[in-house]
């Protein structure tokens, strides 16, 4: 089992940057795949981006490609998302979620942080 803690998160101008972290206990952590998803108000949580146990290999949601990164230090038990050039439509609560097989689908994570709000003013 996997506890998973998300800090980071904050107020931001459109067009800057913010780094998520999220921590996890436990000492199986690079047994699992790591994802980061968002639901913004009246919104479906939805996929942002996923990274495998090694830390070798990403994907991300087109709607991020290209502006967020995500990486992991297995020794520190921490995933990390940075984001830059934030649009106002970044905006949501940000979740990282643990599960020992690589997936983009919600349904495919057992555990889950308590996220974190992003908020990008125009």
């Known amino acids: 089992q996997v506890q998973l803690v998300e800090s980071g998160g904050g107020l931001v101008q459109a067009g800057g940057s913010l780094r998520l972290s999220c921590a996890a206990s436990?000492?199986?952590?690079?047994?699992?795949?790591m994802g980061w998803f968002r639901q913004a108000p009246g919104k479906e949580r939805e996929f942002v981006a996923v990274?495998?146990?090694?830390?070798?290999?990403?994907d991300y949601a087109d709607s991020v490609k290209g502006r967020f990164t995500a990486s992991r230090d297995n020794a520190k038990n921490t995933v990390y998302l940075q984001m830059n050039s934030l649009k106002p439509e970044d905006t949501a609560v940000y979740y990282c979620?643990?599960?020992?097989?690589?997936?983009?689908?919600?349904?495919?994570?057992?555990?889950w942080g308590q996220g974190t709000q992003v908020t990008v003013s125009s």
């Open positions: 436990g000492r199986t952590f690079s047994s699992y795949a």
């Open positions: 990274i495998t146990r090694s830390g070798g290999s990403t």
């Open positions: 979620a643990a599960d020992q097989r690589v997936g983009v689908s919600r349904y495919e994570y057992h555990y």
